[in-house]
């Protein structure tokens, strides 16, 4: 089992920054990868970014250049960093980790852009 616990949400005015972060807990040693998803009111759930084990990371065309993904593995933590917030942005942001067999999500964290 892995647990992840995000943080770091909050309201923001359009062009603001957040950082999120995702803490794992549990079985990580298997971890293949982790990524954010997120999830805007009425529509489905949706990727944002992904960083696998080694490194290499894939981004939704719709926040290419303005987020940045990356991990601390010594902290077992994986960050999203989100520039130039938009309206468009505001969702529930989810934390997600896979294993072979397995996809782990988070409880959630709102992120919410005013304009």
């Known amino acids: 089992q892995v647990q992840l616990v995000e943080s770091g949400g909050g309201l923001v005015q359009a062009g603001g920054s957040l950082r999120l972060s995702c803490a794992a807990s549990?079985?990580?040693?298997?971890?293949?990868?982790m990524g954010w998803y997120r999830q805007a009111p009425g529509k489905q759930r949706e990727l944002v970014a992904t960083i696998t084990s080694g490194g290499s990371t894939n981004y939704a065309d719709s926040v290419k250049g303005r987020f940045t993904i990356s991990r601390d593995n010594a902290k077992n933590t994986v960050y999203l960093q989100t520039n130039s917030l938009k309206p468009e942005d505001t969702a529930v942001y989810y934390c997600?980790?896979?294993?072979?067999?397995?996809?782990?999500w988070g409880q959630g964290t709102q992120v919410t852009v005013s304009s």
């Open positions: 549990g079985s990580i040693f298997s971890i293949n990868a």
């Open positions: 997600a980790a896979s294993q072979v067999g397995h996809f782990y």
